[in-house]
């Protein structure tokens, strides 16, 4: 029997209570991912990019002054004076840092009078196994200023660094809100890069499943399945929240811009779409798994009943002449005990050959 321990996959992400404290209130609640936070200033237009990175909150320029766009990307949200102090020079409401700080938030999108703010999540593979992670992500977009916070740096962004030092695309033609989209993007792009590894595992799962079933592939659907359930608590979110930005009136989004967003929320409801159908391949596949056990089973059981079924009248035949009776005239047959061991030899060939003819073995 496989004894090996199933690790534990959560199926939601858990919140917290801050009991005590005032709404607004910036208590980072969450695991200190980074050792000290990183911050990356792009300044950029059509013709020119700047990439600056900070190593101090001191060092932190006038974010307002710039007049082409600005986006600022912050690698760890555990430190409250940093995240502060971005929201004073931004004039960022307090409830909204509260958010940014807390990762048991739920994914949402807010308007506000002067910005839109986003909390997402976005996964990513924890190790060489496939165990999936998800990660809190906050987006500001205010003005011609892009704000990104995230707990630990992620690659998913930056392809977009990438386009923006060579000038590749439209990004560097266009607005902050265009950027704005661009980073949703990327997180969309990651949850398929995430079904596109559990779908290879499912295709090696379900040849497994039929050819050489055994606890341990029973395990490791048991594992995925987890996987996917969990991963679509994640995705499914966004699809609202993509939702909800795409019937958003805000001046902050053009209207050029705005089909962009259409295409985006296309794309969440299909990787929820993928979700549910990798969600439903397992439970299949669990179901033949178990169909699959339940027929050796029952080839074994018709293998020992036919087995059991011949050795009846077998062992009736030697317990009769195993009696101790004295007057048992068959015990005097000098050709007694090989007519006993000729008959039951028949005996068995005549049921082998029955069992064969119809069918049941």
Same mark, same amino acid.
């Given at each position: 029997m496989n004894n090996r321990k199933i690790p534990h996959i959560p199926l939601f992400v858990k919140t917290h209570s801050k009991k005590g404290e005032s709404p607004g209130t910036l208590t980072h609640i969450g695991k200190k991912k980074v050792e000290k936070p990183t911050i990356t200033i792009w300044r950029y237009d059509e013709s020119k990019c700047d990439e600056t990175v900070l190593k101090d909150i001191k060092? @932190?320029?006038d974010l307002t002054k710039?007049?082409?766009v600005t986006w600022i990307n912050v690698d760890g949200i555990d430190d409250t004076r940093l995240i502060n102090t971005i929201g004073m020079q931004l004039n960022l409401h307090s409830l909204l840092l509260e958010d940014i700080v807390n990762t048991s938030q739920r994914p949402k999108i807010e308007e506000f009078e002067d910005c839109l703010f986003a909390v997402i999540k976005i996964l990513h593979l924890q190790d060489e196994n496939g165990h999936v992670g998800v990660e809190h992500i906050s987006l500001i977009l205010k003005d011609n *200023? /892009? /704000? #990104? @916070?995230?707990?630990q740096p992620e690659d998913a962004f930056d392809p977009t660094g990438e386009r923006l030092r060579k000038g590749l695309?439209? +990004?560097r033609k266009s607005g902050a809100d265009y950027l704005f989209y661009r980073l949703f993007d990327a997180v969309v792009d990651s949850y398929f890069a995430i079904l596109n590894? $559990?779908?290879d595992r499912i295709e090696d799962l379900e040849e497994d499943t $039929? #050819?050489?079933p055994s606890n341990e592939v029973m395990t490791r659907i048991y594992q995925l399945r987890q996987q996917v359930l969990f991963a679509r608590k994640t995705i499914q979110p966004m699809r609202d929240v993509v939702g909800s930005l795409n019937r958003s009136e805000s001046v902050l989004i053009q209207k050029k811009t705005r089909p962009f967003f259409r295409d985006l929320q296309d794309h969440a409801i299909q990787a929820t779409d993928t979700a549910d159908t990798y969600r439903e391949l397992l439970a299949n596949m669990l179901d033949n798994y178990l169909s699959v056990m339940s027929h050796r089973m029952n080839t074994v059981m018709k293998t020992l009943t036919v087995v059991s079924t +011949?050795? *009846?009248p077998l062992t009736f035949i /030697?317990?009769?002449y195993g009696m101790n009776f004295h007057y048992m005239p068959e015990l005097e047959l000098p050709w007694g005990y090989p007519a006993v061991w000729g008959g039951m030899m028949l005996l068995t060939i005549v049921m082998l050959v029955l069992f064969k003819w119809k069918k049941w073995w």
């Open positions: 060092e @932190l320029p710039y007049k082409g *200023i /892009v /704000v #990104s @916070l995230q707990e695309g439209k +990004i590894t $559990m779908g $039929m #050819s050489e +011949i050795f *009846i /030697v317990g009769v």
